[in-house]
């Protein structure tokens, strides 16, 4: 069964720093394309950024570029989203996914919370 669990998100003020992490577990995590997908309050979900299973990163939607930076641990079937500079707009429910865009994932997790506001 695969298993895609976030952690990490929480509320943090503009400008500030979180980082989110998803263990996965189910599949074979080194050869997958994984992602990190987010819905934002009344808007449609989009993909936030991409990674290959050897790490090298696929897709960076251009809002979070030079902000936000995908990584994974292999080891640790662990993925993660740095995100810096926080803004308002970048509020959202943040998913991480198995897969890559302009595809919809194949798997998903329930996702974290991710506020940002003063």
């Known amino acids: 069964e695969v298993q895609l669990m976030e952690s990490g998100g929480g509320l943090v003020q503009p400008g500030g720093s979180l980082r989110v992490s998803c263990a996965a577990s189910g599949f074979t995590f080194s050869s997958s394309d994984m992602g990190w997908v987010r819905q934002a309050p009344g808007k449609a979900a989009e993909w936030v950024s991409s990674?290959?299973?050897?790490?090298?990163?696929?897709y960076v939607t251009p809002s979070v570029m030079g902000r936000f930076t995908i990584s994974r641990d292999n080891a640790k079937n662990t993925l993660y989203l740095q995100m810096d500079s926080l803004k308002t707009e970048d509020t959202g429910v943040y998913f991480c996914?198995?897969?890559?865009?302009?595809?919809?994932?194949?798997?998903r997790g329930q996702g974290t919370q991710v506020t940002v506001s003063s």
């Open positions: 996914a198995q897969g890559r865009p302009p595809a919809g994932p194949n798997y």
């Open positions: 990674i290959d299973g050897r790490g090298d990163i696929i």
